[in-house]
T-cell receptor
Framework: AQSVTQLGSHVSVSEGALVLLRCNYSSSVPPYLFWYVQYPNQGLQLLLKYTSAATLVKGINGFEAEFKKSETSFHLTKPSAHMSDAAEYFCAVILSGDYKLSFGAGTTVTVRA | DVKVTQSSRYLVKRTGEKVFLECVQDMDHENMFWYRQDPGLGLRLIYFSYDVKMKEKGDIPEGYSVSREKKERFSLILESASTNQTSMYLC???????????FGEGSRLTVL
């Protein structure tokens, strides 16, 4: 069973526009949730993580994500896209009682000038 | 600065060859991971190690083995490479279960 689902494999936004990347997880118990970013020809780096403290999590580079238990979602947003935000973004989850990080399929973001 | 180093960025091997992918971390982390990344599938866990000489199978261990003789080094072994193992391989380490993963830059393997 899929632990985490990212809606949309590709997202294209104009520079300065809102970036919204969707992530839903399948668990009755709130897990640990992460967003990672991968720039071309690089490994992944952590954008932000949710570990049951605040439901609105702020990350690096102006990104933030909101944990919504009722919707089992952890969507990633940035108010104003920059050309440097072009990358692939992965939502990931560690389910309760598990040890491993399970990744979504990824969403590629392109930013139009 | 945190560093996970994968020995080869690009490799080309022939079907049936034995392949070693090496990963070294300098953060004294207990946990190390090997993931495989394929378009549309995200990252899938191959093997995980939580201590020296300890290993656990991930979601797709078939056709792979691992070795962790020292804390800082975690090797992925393809005993007999096949074309369906052509992929990007990512190594990661973490100080604790549930903690952030630190990734290497990846090793892109092509099996002909």
């Amino acid at each position: 069973a899929q632990s985490v689902t990212q809606l949309g494999s590709h997202v294209s936004v104009s520079e300065g526009a809102l970036v919204l990347l969707r992530c839903n997880y399948s668990s009755s118990v709130p897990p640990y949730l992460f967003w990672y970013v991968q720039y071309p020809n690089q490994g992944l780096q952590l954008l932000l993580k949710y570990t049951s403290a605040a439901t609105l999590v702020k990350g690096i580079n102006g990104f933030e994500a909101e944990f919504k238990k009722s919707e089992t979602s952890f969507h990633l947003t940035k108010p104003s896209a920059h050309m440097s935000d072009a990358a692939e973004y992965f939502c990931a989850v560690i389910l309760s009682g598990d040890y491993k990080l399970s990744f979504g399929a990824g969403t590629t973001v392109t930013v139009r000038a | 600065d945190v560093k996970v180093t994968q020995s080869s960025r690009y490799l080309v091997k022939r079907t049936g060859e034995k392949v070693f992918l090496e990963c070294v971390q300098d953060m004294d982390h207990e946990n190390m991971f090997w993931y495989r990344q394929d378009p549309g599938l995200g990252l899938r866990l191959i093997y995980f190690s939580y201590d020296v000489k300890m290993k656990e199978k991930g979601d797709i261990p078939e056709g792979y083995s691992v070795s962790r003789e020292k804390k800082e080094r975690f090797s992925l072994i393809l005993e007999s490479a096949s074309t369906n193992q052509t992929s990007m391989y990512l190594c990661a380490s973490s100080p604790r279960i549930g903690g952030e993963l630190f990734f290497g830059e990846g090793s892109r393997l092509t099996v002909l």
